[in-house]
């Protein structure tokens, strides 16, 4: 059973803008650090950005420092990801994943939970 689940995926222009969700249908991951990930064909799965329990310390790959914030609500029921001048290279299926720990990485060995993705096309 898939309990973490994304959304808001689509296609959109070159410096377009669209923001992910992401939500766990048990409602536990309050206290878990949650990460994205993302999957272009062909190529490996790739770290994105991260966050911890408490929405502190957001972690994020260089490939979009500046144009990607991750966030998650005062309920922390949701996570976000706002991604801003998009860039035909985003193009992938992005994935949340809910953290083992209180802290969100780059080490996706550290992630329990994996939602079954959103894709995001980027059209130049």
């Known amino acids: 059973q898939v309990y973490v689940r994304e959304s808001g995926g689509g296609l959109v222009q070159d410096g377009g803008s669209l923001r992910l969700s992401c939500v766990d249908s048990?409602?536990?991951?309050?206290?878990?650090?949650v990460g994205w990930f993302r999957q272009a064909p062909g190529k490996e799965r790739e770290f994105v950005a991260a966050?911890?329990?408490?929405?502190?310390?957001?972690v994020y790959a260089d490939s979009v420092k500046g144009r990607f914030t991750i966030s998650r609500d005062t309920t922390k029921t949701a996570v976000y990801l706002q991604m801003n001048a998009l860039k035909p290279e985003d193009t992938a299926v992005y994935y949340c994943?809910?953290?083992?720990?209180?802290?969100?990485?780059?080490?996706?060995?550290?992630?329990?939970?994996w939602g079954q993705g959103t894709q995001v096309t980027v059209s130049a």
């Open positions: 994943a809910v953290a083992r720990s209180a802290i969100g990485s780059s080490n996706t060995g550290s992630y329990r939970y």
């Open positions: 048990r409602r536990t991951f309050s206290n878990n650090g």
């Open positions: 966050i911890n329990w408490n929405g502190g310390t957001p």
